[in-house]
C-alpha cells in the first residue's frame, strides 16, 4: 500500500514537471499557441510569452568557423578588458536622422508660407492705404463726385452729409491699413 501511494506521488510530480515544461507564444495571426517543444525559429523574441527555463535570449549560438573574424574581435576585446579599457557599446543618439531632416524641411515650408503669407497681407494693406489717401484727397478736393446711381440709372452726386460720411470712413480705413 506504501509503495502504491509512493507511485502514485511521484507520477504526480512527474506530470506537474511536464506540465511546468510547456511553451506559450502568438503566433503571426495573435493566436496564443501553447506547446511543449520550443516555437519555430520565425517567431520574434517579443512574441514568446512564456517559456520554461532560462531566458531565450541568454542562449548564445556556437559560433561557426566562418565567425574567425568575429571571434578575434572577441579576443581583442578581451584584452582591452584585462587592459581596463572601456567595452561600452557604441552609444546610439536614438534619433533618427533622416526623420529629423524631414522634420527640419517641414519646419521650414511651414515658416516660409507664413512668411509669404504675411507679406502678401502687408501688400494688400499698402495697396489699401494707397487708394485710400487717393480717395481722401479727392473728397477733400471739393469736386463733385458720383458715387452711386438711382433706380433710373442716373448718377447721383454726394452732397456735403454724404462726402462727410465718405471721409469718415475712409479715415477708418486709413487707421487700419496705414501704420
Known sequence: MKRIRLFLALAICLCCATVQAQWQWLDKDGRKVFSDRAPPPDVPAKNILKQPGAPRLA???????????????????????????????????????????RKKQAEAAAAAKVRAEDERAQKVKADNCERARANKALMESGVRVSQTTNAKGEREILDDAGRAAELKRIQTVMETNCK
Do not use: H, N, T, W
Open 59 to 101: 542562449m548564445a549560438p556556437i559560433a561557426a568557423a566562418s565567425d574567425a573574424p568575429a571571434r578575434g574581435a572577441s579576443a581583442a576585446a578581451g584584452a582591452r578588458a584585462e587592459e581596463g579599457q572601456d567595452l561600452a557599446a557604441p552609444k546610439l543618439s536614438g534619433v533618427d536622422k533622416e526623420l529629423a531632416d
